[in-house]
């Protein structure tokens, strides 16, 4: 990699700390995340260029959250996930319900043809939605954008969201002991890997879920008992922040103000869908009902589960429906597109 392309990536990464730094001396809500994320979105645009970090680093980032949601699986756990059958199949219907009404309105009032409309009303999987997009006749920058809207506007509202409810955990005053940096180390490079392989079978997230899987192993097995090392963990929030925001670099206000009508739109929508469908999670099955609201939210997978861990809501729950959610849009979104085409 050549000096120059550290540039860009450098100067994001600068206003995303700047962001942080702000928010968290504002005592905002999951400041390490939210924070970077408003700054590189206002700063892409205003005209400056913005960039996520070069595709190895942001793979290692992945890693490190990984391995931040999967530190929290015990046995306890293990046993309460009995009950989550009944929330993933919640979840599935709140998926096909957020589906059928976006579209319908997308194509009603804002006159998106069917496939650009149903690519944009898909809760979720972003990265596969828009590389679907550029292999049918939909409209890319729109897709792209209503999306993008979506993740951002999640990521700065639920923890806002929650603050309100008063229902954040109280912070812990004695905080449990961090991984040996040497052990991490092993984790890291563990983790890593088996992203590698699941990418190769063209696992969803697969450096996260890799992550996740290294870290549950370990923790459940008892080798490790320690938790990500705090600082580490504050990096890899601030870079996922700069990663939301400058999806809107060389976005014009234009641009923006076309598509955000439809953004705010099929936001809204799918907050009130799945909060429906997670209440009735909740009434069921008498699971914390902020826990279901952050799995069922229509956000990235990186996103709610990071988010996740920085409210002290239980990660492990929270991603196992977010990655429910991926591998169900990874069967119905190529399904709904060719008979969008079709029509």
Known sequence: ??????????????????????????????????????????????GIRTAALPQRLRDLVFVVLGLSIGQGVTPEVLTAMRSW?????????????????????????????RATAFLSSSPGHLSYVLGLTEGVK?????????????????????????????QIPQRVTELPAETALQLLAGMIVIAWITGFVLQRLKLPAAYLIGGMLVSIVLHVTGLVHGVMSAWLA?????????????????????????????????????????????????????MDLIAVLIAFAPGGLETMAAMSVILGIDPTFVATHHIARLLMLTVIVPVFVIRSQRN
């Open 234 to 286: 504050a990096i890899a929030f601030v870079s996922l922040g700069a990663l939301i925001g400058s999806r809107f670099s060389g976005v014009t206000l234009a641009q923006m103000r076309s598509a955000f009508g439809a953004g705010i739109f099929v936001t809204l929508l799918g907050v009130a869908i799945a909060g429906f469908f997670a209440v009735i999670a909740h009434w069921v099955t008498g």
């Open 1 to 46: 990699m050549t000096p120059g392309s550290w540039q860009t990536p450098f100067i994001t990464l600068v206003i995303a700390a700047a962001g942080a730094g702000f928010t968290y001396a504002l005592s905002f809500p999951a400041p390490f995340l939210t924070g970077p994320a408003m700054a590189v979105t206002l700063a892409g645009l205003v």
């Open 138 to 166: 939909a409209d890319l920058k729109t897709v792209s954008i209503v999306q993008s809207m979506r993740v951002l506007a999640l990521t700065l509202l639920v923890p806002v969201v929650i603050s309100l409810t008063g």
């Open 85 to 113: 059958p009944l929330t993933l199949v919640s979840l599935a219907a709140s998926l096909f319900a957020t589906i059928f009404l976006t579209r319908a309105a997308l194509v009603r009032f804002w006159q998106m043809d």
